[in-house]
Nanobody, 124 residues
Framework: QVQLVESGGGLVQTGGSLRLSCAAS????????MGWFRQVTGKEREFVAG????????YYADSVKGRFTISRDNAKNMVYLQMNTLKPEDTAVYYC?????????????????WGQGTQVTVSS
């Protein structure tokens, strides 16, 4: 089992920044590919960013490319999402997810473990 706990969400103005953190426990962290997803009420969960087990590869949704950066610290069992130049359309609950596979996936069905989510609200 893997436990994931997100933190760092909040209210920010358009153009502002937030850094989300996800703490993992329960399994050797370096065996997990990690992802961030987001969900707005009434809509499907949407892929935001993913990072490989080593941190050497990452992948982003087109909507956040150039504004968001995913990173990880395997020594601390942490994954981060730095979000810059935030827009109102970035408002959502953000989820951290872990996958027992070497490859990054953009599909929520490919992830084995999920955190409880953290709310990000961007005001216009």
């Amino acid at each position: 089992q893997v436990q994931l706990v997100e933190s760092g969400g909040g209210l920010v103005q358009t153009g502002g920044s937030l850094r989300l953190s996800c703490a993992a426990s329960g399994r050797t962290f370096s065996t997990l590919s990690m992802g961030w997803f987001r969900q707005v009420t009434g809509k499907e969960r949407e892929f935001v960013a993913g990072i490989s087990r080593s941190g050497g590869s990452s992948y982003y949704a087109d909507s956040v490319k150039g504004r968001f950066t995913i990173s990880r610290d395997n020594a601390k069992n942490m994954v981060y999402l730095q979000m810059n130049t935030l827009k109102p359309e970035d408002t959502a609950v953000y989820y951290c997810a872990a996958r027992l596979n070497v490859y990054i996936s953009t599909s929520s069905n490919a992830y084995d473990y999920w955190g409880q989510g953290t709310q990000v609200t961007v005001s216009s």
